[in-house]
């Protein structure tokens, strides 16, 4: 246990539902990730908050819809997914003045 | 820009068995160097981790040093057991004075252990 939840665990949606991921850590943390893992590729960093201000998006396509309403709560929301889009979504969160990431155990995402 | 390369897998070793998954990295400053382990069907959990060079870092029998001559970060343990048999993730992080740090990950090495 890392203090860092993710619901669902899993989820399986068509091509045109909208649905969304949730991530929640009563750390303290200040920074909160979104990352993307696929098979045989590094993880894949998707967006950055800190502070609840977001302060990376590489280049993420727009059908991936990050929230962050507070420092607790990070949302991912999904419009549009294509079954590439297919993967576990791991969440992270980190102190800042420490670097190191503390990860959920992730939302297997499978587009039918 | 920054990156971590590290040995494809999947490694498969006989329990008790010796170790060692490589790592390099690439880094114009003085990043943190760590190991990742990911567990079937859970997060990726610090294993261990090393802040400057010639640092080792060590945790559960697993060890790795920073070697910054070679730019490695090689993971060892001297007697694997089936329990070790995860996903193991080389990463690096810099910190960007006051930014959100963030951490640039390998491909992940595959190690399964066989009784």
């Known amino acids: 246990e890392t203090g860092v939840t993710q619901t669902p665990r899993h989820l399986v949606m068509g091509m045109t539902n909208k649905k969304s991921l949730k991530c929640e850590q009563h750390l303290g943390h200040n920074a909160m990730y979104w990352y993307k893992q696929s098979a045989k590729k590094p993880l894949e960093l998707m967006f950055v908050?800190?502070?609840?201000?977001?302060?990376e998006n590489n280049s993420v396509p727009s059908r991936f819809s990050p929230e962050c309403p507070n420092s607790s709560h990070l949302f991912l929301h999904l419009h549009t997914l294509q079954p590439e889009d297919s993967a576990l979504y791991l969440c992270?969160?980190?102190?800042?003045?420490?670097?190191?990431?503390?990860f959920g155990p992730g939302t297997r995402l499978t587009v039918l | 820009g920054d990156s971590v390369t590290q040995m494809e897998g999947p490694v498969t070793l006989s329990e008790e068995a010796f170790l060692t998954i490589n790592c390099t990295y690439t880094a114009t400053g003085y990043p943190s160097l760590f190991w990742y382990v990911q567990y079937p069907g859970e997060g990726l959990q610090l294993l261990l981790k090393?802040?400057?060079?010639?640092d080792k870092g060590s945790n559960k029998g697993f060890e790795a040093t920073y070697r910054k001559e070679t730019t490695s970060f090689h993971l060892e343990k001297g007697s694997v057991q089936v329990s070790d048999s995860a996903v193991y993730f080389c990463?690096?992080?810099?910190?960007?004075?006051?930014?959100?740090?963030?951490?640039?990950f390998g491909t992940g090495t595959l190690l399964a252990v066989q009784p």
């Open positions: 908050y800190n502070f609840k201000e977001q302060t």
């Open positions: 990463a690096l992080g810099e910190s960007h004075g006051g930014a959100t740090n963030k951490l640039i």
């Open positions: 090393a802040t400057k060079a010639d």
């Open positions: 992270a969160s980190s102190p800042g003045i420490e670097i190191r990431e503390f």
